[in-house]
């Protein structure tokens, strides 16, 4: 069974930093993509980034050049390095899976952690 | 980055109605389209891939029918678990997008 588990989310001031991170398990980790989506309260869904099995990154331009994602095959992990928080990236970040292995893009998300909370605010 | 458009918003409808949900895409995407299900206070779950393929484990009650630029997801005899909000997600681009989501109530 897939499993993701998400953590490092919390609450921190505008200007500063967090850095998520996913855990996961169930399936060969260096076979697939993997994403972060956030979703802020009561809003619907936004893709942030992703990563390939070939480490290729990619970035909504709403988080370009303040996040970084990055993974350990070694640890079955992804991170979400992030800087420079605004009140507008308040939300909960989803940790996913990609659906099809060795694709070499990013793909539809067929697995999705319970989320943690990251709060902006002063 | 590709725009999807989901209509309609809201949809009020009762157990054992049929539930049709569109998703618009800015550019054409062939058939690479999912929809995504999402109950209150819960991760969303992947109902359909590749514009028409079943997830495993998903009733055969919901459906996907589409290509290029215009999708339907429809959902044959509403069940109560089936309240929810659904959006689609566009997966041919390096920037995957998501439609507002459709939310459906229980008339």
């Known amino acids: 069974e897939v499993q993701l588990l998400e953590s490092g989310g919390g609450w921190v001031q505008p200007g500063g930093s967090l850095r998520l991170s996913c855990a996961a398990s169930?399936?060969?980790?260096?076979?697939?993509?993997m994403s972060w989506v956030r979703q802020a309260p009561g809003k619907g869904l936004e893709w942030v980034s992703g990563?390939?099995?070939?480490?290729?990154?990619y970035y909504a331009d709403s988080v370009k050049g303040r996040f970084t994602i990055s993974r350990d095959n070694s640890k079955n992990a992804v991170y979400l390095q992030m800087n420079s928080l605004r009140t507008e990236d308040t939300a909960m970040y989803h940790c996913?899976?990609?659906?099809?292995?060795?694709?070499?893009?990013?793909?539809?998300?067929?697995?999705w952690g319970q989320g943690t909370l990251v709060t902006v605010s002063s | 980055d590709i725009q999807m458009t989901q209509s309609p918003s809201f949809v009020s409808a009762s157990v054992g109605d049929t539930v049709t949900i569109t998703c618009r895409a800015s550019?054409?995407?062939?058939?690479?389209l999912a929809w995504h299900q999402q109950k209150p206070g819960k991760a969303p779950k992947l109902l359909i891939h590749t514009a028409t393929t079943l997830q495993s484990g998903v009733p055969s009650r919901f459906s996907g029918s589409g290509s290029g630029t215009d999708f339907t997801l429809t959902i044959s005899s509403l069940q109560p678990e089936d309240f929810a909000t659904y959006y689609c997600q566009q997966a041919d681009s390096l920037h995957p997008t998501f439609g507002q989501g459709t939310k459906v109530e229980i008339q």
């Open positions: 996913t899976k990609d659906h099809t292995s060795n694709n070499g893009k990013l793909d539809s998300f067929d697995s």
């Open positions: 169930g399936f060969t980790f260096t076979s697939y993509a």
């Open positions: 990563i390939t099995n070939g480490v290729e990154t």
């Open positions: 550019h054409d995407i062939s058939n690479w």
